[in-house]
């Protein structure tokens, strides 16, 4: 059996659940034995297939993934998102130690008009 985690959706600051896109290396975690749970506020998707359809059709609210990837990192998740004009919030979720100003002013200038932020997890 493998790792199970119950997802839970993300919550609004009106208490409403925020419809969510998790873009990661799902082949990769699913050989890691990770069970990706789906709901009606959580999908998945690998970053080539993040497209302006994927976007359209699920329209998520707020998309996380990890900081890197196999194939991509921040930055290349953030140009598509500024290139789809997504209107959503994207957090990236890192450790403290790869969470920095830095990556935040990077992804400010790559997609300025992006609502972007890094979810520390200890």
């Known amino acids: 059996m493998g790792n199970q985690v119950q997802p839970s959706a993300a919550i ?41 359809r994927i976007l359209d059709e699920r329209k998520p609210q707020i998309i996380l993934s990890p900081l890197v990837g196999d194939q991509y990192d921040v930055l290349d998740i953030a140009a598509k998102l500024e290139q789809f004009d997504f209107q959503g919030q994207y957090r990236v979720i890192a450790d403290a ?8 002013q990077e992804v400010a200038n790559a997609a300025p008009g992006l609502d972007f932020d890094i979810l520390v997890v200890k």
């Open 12 to 52: 609004a600051p009106d208490g409403l659940k925020l419809r969510t896109l998790i873009v990661g290396d799902l082949p990769r975690w699913r050989t890691e034995g990770r069970d990706l749970i789906a709901t009606t506020d959580i999908s998945y998707c690998t970053y080539d297939a993040l497209t302006a």
């Open 97 to 104: 130690n790869s969470a920095s100003k830095l990556v935040t």
